[in-house]
């Protein structure tokens, strides 16, 4: 398994965002029971709307696939992202 780093990027649809947010986050905590999400969490209010998610997978591509399953992705919310694996060197997150 290798770890990704996936940078989420939302719309300023706060409205959409807001509705569909219980769905997102349902979606992602399935996630991490299957063991595939490690981590996730919004940034700040110091830039651009968006977040960061930590998923372990075997690949790139299969990343983009689950981000498809993503009810802020399908609807539109997430207006740009992008996926880098990350070599975690220490902490509490598996390598």
Known sequence: MTNYMVEY???DDVEQR???RPAHRAY???LVTT???LAYGRFGEDGPAGALLLIAAES???VEALLT???FV???IVGAHRVREWIGTWG???R
């Open 9 to 11: 990027t939302y719309t």
């Open 18 to 20: 807001d509705a569909h």
């Open 28 to 30: 992602l905590e399935s």
């Open 35 to 37: 063991e595939q999400m």
């Open 60 to 62: 790139a591509s299969e």
């Open 69 to 71: 399953g993503d009810p």
């Open 74 to 76: 399908k609807n539109g």
């Open 92 to 94: 509490a997150v598996p």
